[in-house]
């Protein structure tokens, strides 16, 4: 008998099938027992019938315990009245391993026991909505930039130079040196792009940050972009596409996902392009208007970003920061040297930010004099400074956070159940 | 004036557009001046034609050098003698910046010299080709997976227990304890394994290896699918398949790239399912007659690989090794319990292993036994041992080498070239 999955069921409609899993729920009424088999592809009922209370698959019915796995073989039957609208009447049933005391009921658990059962915590419904969603959210991104005639340039984890000061890194030795782990692929990303045009890198990030919010992992996945000869517009403008082209994906491919999540579609079907644009000198004295305590030159902090996200049901692009607060690689403005030409998007509802980037510095000299001005060693960025010296032109790019994309298109609040295994302050198990 | 690739240049036949480049090469011909512009996605050839010597736009020729940067404005002609049989008509060029001096010229340099350039060595068109190939093959494990009902889940890089042995491991601290870098998902894989049914993980990998050959990098890229009621016949099927995918897809796509390389399509077109199975105890009196000094019990190295890999132009697929020398998860044959039902795909043409997997134990006891047999943790792998209590059932599941798969499809020998910053012993810049 064929092994199919439950996904692939409507399929199979009047044939004899196998499907192998695991049981989700089981109930019984009268001369028929309800079996809810999960494969991991979704939830089918199968349908155990008899007049003979001692029929031999009645007594595995009632062996059977939540999470125990079997292999269960039968026809498949449409039945409006089923989940999903097939069932499956048993013919046969191999019990492969009875789970005793599973420990996670249907009763409430809290968060803290949910976390340290999270290798079992996936196998639950709204969990593995999150996690399809992420799924999806990824395939989206790269097919954008693949079918945009970016290349993937996998840039290293394992980097010799603290970038962005040490205080976040993680290092570990290398041999006869020390290593530290990547915070961002983009100083990479700027010799790609310089020798193949338009590219992205995808990988895991790490910040050793000592905050402990709904929003930060330790070890998160980023993508970065990168175009040689692009500006910051160029740079808001492909952020823009994206972040439609992910709703768009999410809200087609993911439609079962976001009713499991009881997430309201029309909250992300309303986003439209432009995203509403602010510079930073516009943005502080409306924040302050709404109760901010920033002062001009402050960055801005989580009560901001939700200020910010209540100005529009889309996005909004705050730009031209101050360059002190900024990386030290950021394009400052002509006009305007003391701001730099960097961007960040801010997801509606409270989301946060989820795109950071803007054009980078391409004249040597000025490289050179932020390098001094950050104390940076230069030997460790003599590669970096080359990319200055042989065919240098304006580039711009940007990272976006898988998570908080996630977490945003799932309309989950903490960020902690958009990754399998989340690594978070303290917390490393499993 | 329209922005346009060097790939996309077919589509603008006689239009006017604008391409952002370096300067490749440049010759000129009596009233001719050729300037070779590449892009990133393509080289161009555009033409200066003037009677006048004291053009102006023949002064701007006589200035460019090797890797300048510079925008050119012209008409797109079709021209069958041009590379790729377009060409632009010159109309105008602004020049972004002039390289003086890069490093990499046309005559020859040593490996050390363009590793230690690699930022710039990328820009060459071997190593473009090279990586164009890899970005490809990335894309191509993707679509199959994704193809095929997979479901991408993430694994964790730092992970707090050593899983293999602690000497090649590289470790951080986190917070107040120690963490490892990952050698591998599987683990983690087999928890999404059975909430998903069907899952990969594809994330970069560290082994802090002291060996230094063209096979080996201390970071690499690897997918590791894993199959919840599986077997070992399944995992090779899967492997076999995945491996002709790519091949399949490095044919269609990347003719452009393999010819670059020299690489003869040929050795890859051959390659048909099934591939060749032998089992370790018929492989070790083969290899021993053809001059392996390798006993029964030891692992297959480097020589044995070669060797294998002369006996069909297929992937050779090794199965049924002694237990000992295999992971501790490894599910034991019924009749012959020291042995272990893994495999190695062993690539044609020397290129060695490159895919390693098979059945897991699913049997709580016996796993239990093994992990006090290696000496292993208990308590880092108690959410393990959950997988074998909650719903156990036999899965199976293996690991792909990406660079190992470039470096095969490309042709060429050293690894290193597979990857856009390869980490070496002792070598960590640029």
Same mark, same amino acid.
């Given at each position: 008998m064929?092994w199919?999955?439950v996904?692939?069921i %409507?399929?199979?409609?009047?044939?004899?099938?196998e499907?192998?899993?695991w049981?989700y729920?089981?109930?019984?009424?009268?001369?028929? !027992?309800?079996?809810l088999?999960?494969d991991g592809?979704?939830?089918?009922q199968?349908?155990?019938f #008899?007049a003979?209370?001692s029929?031999?698959?009645f007594?595995? /019915?009632?062996? *059977?315990?939540?999470?125990s796995? *079997?292999?269960?073989?039968?026809?498949?039957?449409?039945?409006? !009245?089923?989940?999903?609208g097939?069932e499956?009447t048993?013919?046969?049933?191999?019990?492969?391993?009875?789970?005793?005391?599973y420990p996670? $009921?249907?009763?409430?658990h809290?968060t803290p026991?949910?976390?340290?059962?999270?290798?079992?915590?996936l196998?639950s419904?709204?969990?593995?909505a999150?996690?399809?969603?992420?799924?999806e959210?990824?395939?989206?991104?790269r097919?954008?930039f693949?079918?945009r005639? /970016?290349?993937l340039?996998d840039?290293?984890i394992?980097t010799? #130079?603290?970038?962005?000061?040490?205080?976040t890194?993680?290092?570990t030795?290398? /041999?006869d040196?020390?290593a530290?782990?990547?915070q961002?692929g983009?100083l990479?990303?700027?010799?790609?792009a310089?020798?193949f045009?338009k590219v992205?890198?995808f990988? +895991?990030t790490f910040r050793?940050?000592?905050?402990k919010?709904r929003?930060?992992?330790?070890e998160f996945?980023m993508?970065e972009p990168e175009?040689?000869?692009?500006t910051l517009?160029?740079?808001?403008d492909l952020?823009?596409d *994206?972040?439609l082209?992910?709703?768009?994906r999410? *809200?087609?491919?993911?439609?079962a996902d976001l009713?499991? &999540?009881?997430?309201?579609?029309?909250?992300l079907?309303?986003?439209?392009?432009?995203f509403p644009?602010?510079?930073?000198?516009?943005?502080? +004295?409306q924040?302050?208007?709404k109760?901010?305590?920033?002062?001009?030159?402050?960055?801005?902090g989580a009560?901001e970003?939700?200020?910010?996200?209540?100005l529009s +049901?889309?996005?909004?692009?705050?730009t031209?920061f101050?360059?002190k607060?900024?990386?030290f690689?950021?394009?400052?403005? %002509? $006009?305007?040297?003391? &701001?730099? &030409?960097g961007v960040?998007?801010m997801a509606?509802e409270?989301?946060g930010?989820i795109?950071?980037?803007?054009?980078?510095i391409h004249?040597?000299?000025?490289?050179?004099?932020?390098? !001094?001005e950050y104390?940076?060693p230069?030997?460790a960025?003599?590669w970096?400074?080359?990319?200055?010296?042989?065919?240098?032109c304006?580039h711009?790019g /940007?990272?976006m956070?898988v998570?908080r994309t996630?977490s945003?298109?799932?309309?989950?609040?903490h960020?902690r159940?958009?990754?399998?295994?989340?690594r978070?302050?303290?917390?490393i198990?499993p």
């Amino acid at each position: 008998m064929k092994w199919v999955y439950v996904e692939d069921i %409507a399929a199979y409609k009047d044939k004899d099938v196998e499907v192998r899993g695991w049981v989700y729920n089981k109930r019984s009424s009268g001369k028929v !027992r309800f079996i809810l088999v999960r494969d991991g592809t979704g939830i089918l009922q199968t349908t155990i019938f #008899s007049a003979d209370e001692s029929h031999p698959l009645f007594g595995k /019915f009632d062996e *059977l315990t939540q999470e125990s796995s *079997l292999v269960v073989r039968g026809r498949v039957r449409e039945d409006k !009245r089923a989940p999903g609208g097939f069932e499956l009447t048993v013919q046969d049933i191999d019990i492969l391993q009875i789970a005793r005391d599973y420990p996670i $009921t249907p009763k409430e658990h809290t968060t803290p026991f949910l976390m340290e059962h999270r290798h079992l915590w996936l196998r639950s419904r709204k969990q593995h909505a999150v996690l399809q969603v992420r799924a999806e959210v990824i395939k989206a991104i790269r097919d954008f930039f693949d079918g945009r005639g /970016f290349r993937l340039m996998d840039t290293p984890i394992l980097t010799p #130079s603290a970038c962005e000061g040490t205080t976040t890194l993680f290092e570990t030795k290398y /041999f006869d040196q020390m290593a530290y782990l990547s915070q961002s692929g983009q100083l990479y990303n700027e010799a790609t792009a310089a020798a193949f045009g338009k590219v992205y890198c995808f990988g +895991p990030t790490f910040r050793a940050e000592k905050s402990k919010t709904r929003r930060h992992l330790i070890e998160f996945w980023m993508v970065e972009p990168e175009v040689a000869f692009a500006t910051l517009d160029d740079a808001i403008d492909l952020g823009t596409d *994206l972040i439609l082209f992910i709703i768009e994906r999410v *809200l087609t491919d993911c439609r079962a996902d976001l009713e499991e &999540l009881e997430r309201d579609p029309k909250l992300l079907e309303r986003i439209t392009k432009p995203f509403p644009r602010m510079t930073y000198d516009e943005a502080v +004295p409306q924040l302050q208007a709404k109760g901010s305590l920033m002062k001009y030159g402050d960055d801005l902090g989580a009560p901001e970003e939700t200020l910010i996200s209540e100005l529009s +049901p889309n996005p909004v692009c705050i730009t031209h920061f101050p360059a002190k607060i900024k990386a030290f690689y950021m394009q400052p403005d %002509a $006009t305007r040297p003391d &701001l730099a &030409l960097g961007v960040d998007f801010m997801a509606p509802e409270s989301y946060g930010e989820i795109i950071g980037g803007g054009q980078r510095i391409h004249d040597l000299e000025l490289l050179e004099q932020r390098i !001094r001005e950050y104390n940076l060693p230069r030997e460790a960025y003599e590669w970096y400074l080359d990319l200055r010296k042989y065919g240098s032109c304006p580039h711009a790019g /940007f990272g976006m956070g898988v998570e908080r994309t996630v977490s945003w298109m799932c309309g989950i609040k903490h960020i902690r159940e958009t990754i399998p295994f989340p690594r978070l302050l303290y917390k490393i198990y499993p």
